[in-house]
Structure formats: C-alpha cells, structure tokens
C-alpha cells in the first residue's frame, strides 16, 4: 500500500528529500509493506531546474492541493520560515495530517502552539533536520537519554558560521568570500543574516534547550552575538595564542535556573571542538547517569538534512504501521524555568584594543588590570597604520562581571578603544 506524501517547499533540502525518499521507498515497503510516495509538491515557480526529475511527482503553486487532500497523510514541510509555513502545518495537522519539518525558526518560535495542536489532533510532528542536519540529536535527547538530568549543552550548531570561521582560519579566505562560497553550497537561510548574526543558532539552542532540561525556552531567553564583528585579525590573533575562534552555543540547567548563549568563543587547540571545521557541527551533552557525550556530523547541506527529514518519514511510516503517534511532553507542561546570566562564572577573556601609539598608553592598560587584579596569560602588541597600535590580552580565569568592567573602564580611557572581547572555553570543566 502507498503512502501519498505531500511537500511543501522544493530548495536546497526539498530536493534532498524527494531523491531520498525514491532510494529508501522499496526498503522501507518491505519493512513495512507501506510504501512511502511523494505525491504533489508546492512551490512557487513550477519551471525552475531543480537537479531532480518529477517523473511521478507533480508540481503545484496550491498549498490546497496538499492540505485539501484526503488521501496524503504525511506533510513535509521545507519552505522555511514564519509565514506561511505555520499557516500550512497548522492546517495540515487540523486535518490530521502528519508534519515533519526541518523549520527552526517556526519550532523556536512557536513549538508550543505546534506541538500542542498536534496532540490536540492525534497526530503526530518530527523536526530531527531543525537542529544539526544530519546528526540525530532531538532523537536521542527525547528518548535515549530521558532517564537524565541533562545539565549542560555546548556546541558548534551552524554549519554557516563555523564554515567561515573555518575558511577564514585555514585559508585566509575574507568574511564575505567565505559567506558567499557557504550560500553557494546551500548551507546558508535565504537571509544569511541570521546564520551570521547568530540568530539561527539561537533557535536550535532553543529546541535543545526545551528538550533536554524539559522546559518551555523563549529565544529571548538566549543572549546572542554573532560573528559578524570577529575580524581576520581576530582569528589571527587567537592562533597566535592558542586558540581557534568558534561561535559556541551555552545551555546549562544548575538545579533549575538556566543560562543559555550564542556568542563567538575562543577554543583551545586542544579542545575536540577546535578540530570541528567547515560545516560539520558538534555537541556536547552532560547527564547525571550517562556523563558526558559528544555528537558530531553534518549540519547542513542537501542529503544531510534530507538524511534527517526522511528519517522522521520512516519513522512516521512505522507509526502508522503501528497505529501510534509520537509525543513531545515538554512542550505540554508549560513550565518556564528562571533564566539567569551566570556572570560569576570563571572564564579567561580575550580583549583587543586599538590604542593610540604612544609611550604611556600600554602602561595605562596594565595599570588598569592591576588595578581590578586581572592577571595576563597572553599580550600580543601589533603595531598598526595610522599612528594605532593593537593591543591583544588573554587574562587569566575572571568572573563575566569583572571581564564586563574591564571592558566599560577601558573605554572611558580616550586614547583606547576596545574592538573585541570575547570569553575563552575551557579545556576540562
Ligand atoms: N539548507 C540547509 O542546510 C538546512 C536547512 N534547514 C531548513 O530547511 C528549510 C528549507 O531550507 P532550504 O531548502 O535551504 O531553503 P530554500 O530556500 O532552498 O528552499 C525553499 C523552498 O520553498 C519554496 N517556497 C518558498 N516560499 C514559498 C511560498 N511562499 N510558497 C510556496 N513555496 C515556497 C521555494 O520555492 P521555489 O523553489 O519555487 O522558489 C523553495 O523550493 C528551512 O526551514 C531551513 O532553515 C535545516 C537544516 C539545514
Ligand atoms: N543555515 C543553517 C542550516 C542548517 O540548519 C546552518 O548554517 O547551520
Ligand atoms: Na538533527
């Protein structure tokens, strides 16, 4: 028996997903004696080369003709975005019909009105490609993992941002090379912005989090810096010392208070997240019975992500052979827990400064570390053109609070200003 399947949105992982879908059908029918077809697909112009034939399948621009459809019983959503995919997996599931979506914008956002709608229904809604494309993730916190206490998440959770740190460090490529080259290999959101601007890792700090320390998370629970600011003297700089410049994402649950960040860290070179390069993501989970794991693989990319979204096909498959619905109870509960800033937290802390090339100018700096008792692991002085010098400290272990002192004191000095500070992760917590 065929399993009709209507796809919303046709792009980067859209195409993944029907050419996946073709090499995994026979298996799947002889593991199920359902065959999973994919039926009509929405897009919005029906003439575009999309690197697959639509032998069987029919291209559309009328959502209707997938939601209005009695006969299709799984959506896939891939169009991206708020609106209107909300719209569509809203009425797809009040239809009852079944939802997978690689759409974390849309699960950060409004997960709970999503995931209770299909409770409300009897149906069910995966979104294993919303966080780290390929690795599973969601799964494993979901079901392999339940019998934790997950108290800390830390990872590299975009393929975008770390392929251009990447490049920038290994090849020298400039800020806006290295973007251009990770569009053209479909790993960016149609607006880079947020892979950049550290909003897209947010979002999957966001599920993460809501998952693994069972808790409703808002995106405005997260403090986000992008790496829009990290210059090639930066990465320079960080190599110099030690370390590679990655955009880290922070969650930790201590006894029900929670912390979560996106912000460009520096990493040990000895840390196994510095070896995670071009857009390969890793995460690191800490449980109270399993201790600590690391997951690793790709996190975008056409068969990556397609990889997970016909996975969660298979897996609904097998769900209707079974005749039961997957539920996500987090999202039920409605507990918030309290967001805290952990500002006494120890971390070294990376400062550049660009100050006037003066005698006097770096003993003002030192007098001020002194002064609020912050001892220096690296300086690196560079003079530069213009009568500027730059000036890069690594200080040892401080509190946030203090590295944020620091930062406002220096300033208020005129001859200084400070272009960039950054915290340092640890290589054993
Ligand atoms: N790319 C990646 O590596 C990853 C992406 N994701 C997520 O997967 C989703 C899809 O991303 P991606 O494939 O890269 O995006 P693309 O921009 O490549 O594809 C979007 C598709 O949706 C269609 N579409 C857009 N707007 C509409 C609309 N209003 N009505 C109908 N169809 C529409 C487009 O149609 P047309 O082609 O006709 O313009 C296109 O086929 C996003 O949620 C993204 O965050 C998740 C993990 C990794
Ligand atoms: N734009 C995202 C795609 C996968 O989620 C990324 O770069 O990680
Ligand atoms: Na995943």
Redesign the pocket.
Known sequence: MQIPIGL???????AGVVSLVRRRADRVANMTGLRPVIQKI????VH?D?GVHFEHEQLT?S?EDILGDPNIQIVVE????IE?ARTYILEALARKKHVVT????LIALHGPEILQTAAANGVSILFE??VG?AIPLLGPLQENLTANEVTDLKGIIN?TTNFILSKMTEEGLDFDEALALAQEL??A??DPSSDVDGLDAARKLVILASIAFHTEVHLSDVRVEGIRHVTASDVRYADEAGYVIKLLADGRDRNGRLSLSVRPTLIPKSHPLAHVSDAFNALFVRGDAAGDLMFFGRG???MP?ASAVVGDIIALVRNLKLGVVTSWPYALAGSRKPVVDFEDDLYKFYFRLMAADQPGVFAQVAHLFGELRVSMETVLQKRVAGGQAEIVIVSHEIPGKLAHEVATRLRAMPNIAVEAVMPVEPVNE
């Not at 919303?8 to 859209?14: D, S």
């Not at 891939?78 to 975005?81: C, H």
């Not at 690689?102 to 914008?105: E, F, M, S, V």
Request: aromatic fraction near 2%.
């Open positions: 919303l949105g046709c792009g980067t992982v859209g929405l897009v919005r112009d575009k999309r621009t959502a891939t169009i991206g975005g209107p690689a759409n974390k914008d490609a919303s494309g393929g479909g790993y959101e149609a975008a990319g056409r992500t």
